[in-house]
């Protein structure tokens, strides 16, 4: 992996490209202008002010365009910030393009398409396996792109699916130590449980919330999708109200989320392989970032916590 | 209306008809069988033993058979009780009929019905009118007939429409003096809101939880059907939305089962008319049974609260 | 109504009177005093900064004087900025007067003053009538001068009055559909319930809490008071008990200021009507600063929500 | 202290004095029916069953009156009940009266008095000492007999002065050695905090609550009567606004019943001397009753708990 | 596995062998003793009443005593109850033991000796494994007998263990899905977590609590027992802090138990894995007992849940 | 006392010496760096800017380094900060030293260590003293400078012992008035209780939390102290496991980081003891910088309330 933004020391003067995240326009104290930007490449975010900004700085230095800029990282209470000495907007002959900014799941599409199906594939009840199919075809494409979350976990390019093919080695493994679950349940709500994100979220960069993931939640967005699939398929067996309710009961409680609590041991189950997962990226996320004997910063979505990598840990 | 069971005073003797709610078997301690009885007519419910009961007691005693009874009226632990002195089993000689031993909302079937063709024929917006009008149709004979709940208010024969006509009525008086309310929105939301209760509860008598009902639960339902009917009927624009997320927010709280707050206007206070409706319901219920100066027995759904008739009320 | 300084546009130059509101003193970084002004006029409020501030500008710059300002209107972090550009105090000249800057009710104090007058009058019960007329007396001027509260909501002159006035039409409405409840008891209950606030507050303009405010609040002030007046009157019926009742569980439990909850019916009934009354004001306020297709701003009363305005309401 | 109906082991067969608490009708499952008597002495409750109640039975073993019984001390679940041999109502020749078998406080309302006069006379504020003196003088009586409670601590006849009384001790001692604390302050909330209690409660015997202590509660009684003191005296310093604070803030937080939590120092520390003395009560009331080496039944008013009495301390 | 108590249909004669659980004294309304007894295979428990017991009957039918009973199966509010028709204490003759009426853990303690020595054989760190080496020897006969809890799940003899030779291998199949995890640290956290139990509970059968249970808890029990084994080993490096750590952290929350949360990765995930063993177990022997499209008995430690058991799962 | 740095009204010009607590690199507006510098003496601590700081500026202004300033102290949003007009760096001749600008607790190490002998000399029960004797022999140097904590109360050099020492007075007072507490575990209790600190925080100044404070805290390593120390000293009895479930539960509540809740009367004594003299050091300190009629600012610890000083207290 190439050197990225976050991996320099404070002091040190850097000359690279870099994506504009989102760019704020201020008056300083002097009464003239400036922005406030947000860089970003693959390790991560920086912060920087451009001073003294024109109109046609502010034309030019726009969320999701790529500027060329040297200057010297320095250390912001306790955070990295980037004083700028040059900028500039890059055109054709610099050869960036803008996935080289941005973060991505680990695994390619390809490779995380043909895990899917074979899971699918492993099914043995009919039922649940063509709706699975049926709604894996019809948002594969957003599938495969969008981010899990907007933040706290898996919030990159393709962090969704990646967070699902992590769910079902999982499913999988905690399945064959206790052999009563129902592995086509578990696979199955696995894979649908969060698809409803395709709707409830605006896009895999610059990831928002979209007025019906406001309105609705991609849970309930979920569970008329599944209805509507079984209808289609003309599927009508008990297998449609088992596989809404688990998608419905997977945040685990109502004040989480779910307007009814697993019912169902596979949904039990299914709330915990989510969070398992969940939290393994976090704290992994977190835990790079600090060497052994440290404590990381305080990550919100685990309780607002601030977890210590031990020393023998080298 | 006619005397009943909860009418008499404790010590009186009674020769009357009622109706078996529940019949539940037990072994005394002198070892031999026998059958606690919740009796009922439209007055409300009282418990009987009938001791020594033999095989035949069993078979003729069942819930929802009608039976005459001659006994006394005493008091069990400050609640009434039947003492049963003679007891037998109705037949077609007797003409009583079911009906009326049930509990019925004070309104008939016919006058709500007018009610309801009103206030959607009142809807200005087409698309808001056609769904409701739709869903009306596909539901009305259950929506006419089924409680609004098992327990804790309206709980009665048409209490589900009687609850919705009650509501239109507020919801009407309301947007009369808040101008900036959208009477279709307000309309449209009470009728809707809790029709997903013909599917979550079984039925107007012996009322209990559906299968889907505990797993997906009447909020899930109801959401699922307008997005059907918006489908057959090929509405598409942002009132479908708008009123999916009136009936998912109508309980007002994550933690009260809606997955989503209010997050509009007409949102809001329908949950605020809700809730009056219900309360006013109960309110009722619990001062009816009694006398001024005096405290109501202990409330549940109302945070478990006893109220007093102020003396002045005579 | 006449053009207010948050109807100008961002870019905007702008020549106008404004009050201060509130005015602060900073040093900034290049070691000069500045002040932070608040200025407001009906349409609401504006923060300005007034760079290197001299002594002379720090006596003339003080809250509740009228400045003449000519400036831009910039955009600071999604918010209305002014920048200065000249700055003077007003004088006798300029005949402008304080209330031409301070949002009041949109009824007339005669108005509300009447409207008061008829409920009292259409009371039956010559207790309740008699204590709440001669509360209304005593505390007359200020009840329909004060704000109902310094933020959230009804928070103008004349607010207090309003919001009763607002509350006892919804409690004749409602009442009217619900004739089980006590007209008398719930007007009284309108009136009195936060009459308090006339010492529990400061007054009309630049509203904060005062001593006894603070360490008793407006229910404890006013129960007294309804004591104090029932003794002055000569009355000692029941009334007097249930109408310190209807003030003491207004805000409906404990840990929302009530030492009791409500235990009358009408007691219930007044919580629900004066939450309906706020809401409305609170949502109508937040909506309409916004446009069909976005979100207000958070609303912290409102727990916080962002209400969302549909589309289809142009 | 004589020998008390809990003193008795079990299996032993007893023939003593006892009031009767409560009785209450109940039909056995023979058809017949019988009485359940919770009777006491000064040691406490027991329960015994009267089999095959007649109506003379019923009108001579009555609440209040005392009786004479032969009959066994048996097991119950864990729990004493006495089963009767032989039972009949007192005349006036068993020369035994109602004092003799109430609980009451450990030291003489003459004591109490004294030590209560002692300690106002040791306030140096004159207003403050006279509003006391003036609430004290007008309540004495029921002050002195009054429980602090209908359960939980200090339910006993002169509870509520006796729990005053400990608290004085406890201020003083508390005062000493924070010498920062206003005495006066501490000892006039102290007195006051719970005399609220003689018009919430019903009186010293079989003590219930009153419909005014049902719908107000003994704190907002209390601030009332303080206001109205000071009208009577002509008081009218910052001293009567701090004195209601005191009692209105001393349970501490909303939730537990004052509106406003403590402001003010003295009630912090009013709160916690409040606290810590009912604590020892029922602790010492709990441990009482258990050998060292055993847990005590569980207290609700202590979070449900139930405490270890150590093997040392013999 | 032969046929249990509970495997039979109410109206069944049986004529079988059982361990007594309990027996508890009783008076009945004819004022006669019987006795309560709890009788248990394992199967489970069934409840019987002995009427009419005479004092050879109390000291013949005591806990933990063998018994051979003829008598009926009957259905009591929905739970079987046992009528005896003839019961004996039974002697030498009848070789019947006490462990064939207990219910164990599927695998034999020495197949989970067996485990556990392979899961410490394969730890790398020699600190790690030399103190969960010694830990384990040290308790290892009780640690091999006693349940995992006196209620909730693994409550059976050699339910400790059981417990966590579950959770290894589910350790072992996370780890490495999963490879930052230190297989080392999270071994050794499960097999440590709950060795604390052996002092806090009182033995395999009949189990209670210790005082010292009551008093510190299984957790403060076994950091102490890691901090003296350290010692006596002479190891003194991070791991000893870290080990201590994981036992203490593994309730998750300081108002489950832990006083610190989990602050290690390893920590966070032994939390997840012990949490999901012991749910899979609760869930399994709460669906065991009820046929597809049924609900079980409501589950007190899975938030009082009642899960269903879906029709297809045949 | 000699004045110091927050005794000075705003606007005047100083010239003294001051602590530097700890100095933060930033970045001005105009590009140049700058340095906050916390400066504290006795009285407390103010904040400067040092603008335009160079290289050499970095290094002479650390933490725990004395400078001599020149400036004056202005109002920055009601708060004092500090404008530099000179500083330097103190050397030898300057004579001033650390201690001088260290809060300290009002009585002197001597004092106060006679105290703590007084207190054990008094103890009847030889295994309690001995315990007590040998942990305080064993931390002695650290519990007598350490802070009580980071921040809240008594967070100053010898806090940890003034807080005990205080707590032992009280205790003493409380034990005479309710003669049923064992003075020895009372006095016992009160020495550990917060002893595990000299372990658990880094040092009397620029205090902060150890690894080990963070993974285990002062409880749980305070009880293994006794652990061992019982061990060391070859004592056996329940004193020791009565003397860590203490320690263990002073926190009163499992939420609050007491794994278990006070179970013996002593413990649930001294929660409040503990609690009481906490609050009596915050609420002096915080009502010692305001005059009376005026509200302290929120204290944090107390939740969030601010404090009223009556006018009536001049």
């Given amino acids: 992996m190439t050197r990225g933004i976050l991996d320099y020391d404070f002091g040190v003067q850097v000359d690279l490209y870099l994506l504009i995240k989102s760019a704020t326009k201020g008056i300083a104290s002097n009464g003239k202008p400036f922005l406030t930007l947000i860089l970003q490449d693959q390790s991560g975010e920086i912060e920087a002010k451009l001073w003294d900004a024109n109109e046609e700085d502010e034309k030019n230095y726009t969320a999701q365009s790529i500027v060329k800029i040297i200057g010297d990282i320095h250390n912001y209470r306790g955070k990295s910030q980037l004083k700028i000495r040059q900028i500039r907007r890059t055109g054709p002959s610099d050869s960036v393009k803008l996935e080289d900014f941005l973060e991505t799941a680990p695994l390619s599409q390809e490779e995380m398409t043909s895990k899917l199906t074979q899971y699918i594939f492993d099914m043995k009840n009919p039922n649940i396996q063509r709706i699975t199919r049926h709604l894996l075809k019809k948002h594969q494409k957003a599938f495969l792109e969008y981010p899990a979350a907007t933040k706290n976990h ?161």
């Fill in 154 to 314: 898996h919030e990159f390019v393709s962090g969704l699916v990646y967070h699902v093919v992590s769910m079902l080695d999982l499913a999988k493994a905690i399945a064959s130590l206790y052999p009563s679950l129902d592995k086509d349940l578990l696979y199955a709500g696995v894979i649908l449980h969060d698809m409803g994100k395709v709707v409830e979220l605006s896009g895999p960069i610059s990831t928002t919330y979209t007025v019906e993931g406001n309105l609705l939640g991609h849970i309930t967005i979920m569970v008329n999708e599944i209805g509507k699939a079984a209808e289609e398929l003309g599927i009508s067996g008990e297998e449609v109200l088992i596989l809404k309710h688990l998608v419905l009961s997977h945040h685990g409680k109502a004040e989480w989320g779910s307007p009814k609590p697993p019912l169902i041991k596979e949904a039990e189950i299914l709330h915990y392989i989510d969070n398992l997962d969940a939290k393994m990226n976090m704290l992994d996320r977190a835990l790079e970032r600090v060497k052994p004997g440290e404590f990381t910063e305080r990550v919100f979505a685990l309780d607002n916590r601030s977890f210590y990598k031990p020393i023998f840990h080298k």
